[in-house]
């Protein structure tokens, strides 16, 4: 409703319109440890892709099967690799030409892997906005564990970081 004896007088930010995003298709993440959702956007703050972490097409659900890293396989139960795909790797996916990547902007919720970063300087990102940190489970859950490699790898190809300090309006989404 609007209220013509208080109109609005601001808006979001980019910075904070595209990370609230980042943070709101996390919520489509099926992972039971990580909410990632990944917003690639160009330099005329046009959206390119966005992408959240979950399973891959036709393979074992996390909450329907739970998590290989801490569960098991469901049929063997022998601890296996993450079968997720990251946000960032289906935002690459999703963006269907990865060309049009080069020199685009990342908002993720959280910092990326170094698997990602590696996808992420190949496809030429030259920014990463992030909110949180990445921290990896270990085999069997009981460990987290912070990766530096990717860092090093951003420092190394000159991409820009930055720790993401506004506002998020959409975090308590169940």
């Given at each position: 409703m609007i209220d013509i004896n208080n109109p609005k007088k601001k808006r979001l930010s980019w910075d904070e319109t595209f990370m609230n995003l980042a943070v709101l298709i996390s919520k489509r993440a099926a992972c039971k440890f990580h909410e990632m959702g990944s917003v690639f956007v160009d330099k005329n703050h046009r959206i390119i892709s966005m992408g959240y972490n979950g399973?891959?097409?036709?393979d074992y659900h996390c909450f329907e099967d739970g998590c290989a890293k801490v569960d098991g396989d469901p049929e063997t139960k022998q601890l296996k690799r993450c079968r997720g795909a990251h946000a960032e790797m289906n935002g690459i996916i999703n963006a269907q030409d990865p060309t049009r990547l080069r020199g685009a902007t990342l908002y993720s919720s959280i910092f990326p892997c170094y698997d990602c970063m590696k996808s992420l300087?190949?496809?030429?990102?030259?920014?990463?906005?992030?909110?949180g940190k990445y921290e990896r489970i270990r085999t069997g859950g009981e460990q987290k564990e912070e990766e530096n490699?990717?860092?090093?790898?951003?420092?190394?190809?000159?991409?820009?970081?930055?720790?993401?300090?506004?506002?998020?309006?959409?975090?308590?989404?169940?």
């Open positions: 399973p891959t097409e036709g300087n190949n496809a030429g990102i030259k920014e990463i906005v992030y909110l490699e990717s860092e090093e790898l951003a420092k190394k190809r000159d991409i820009i970081i930055r720790k993401y300090e506004g506002k998020i309006l959409v975090n308590n989404i169940n």
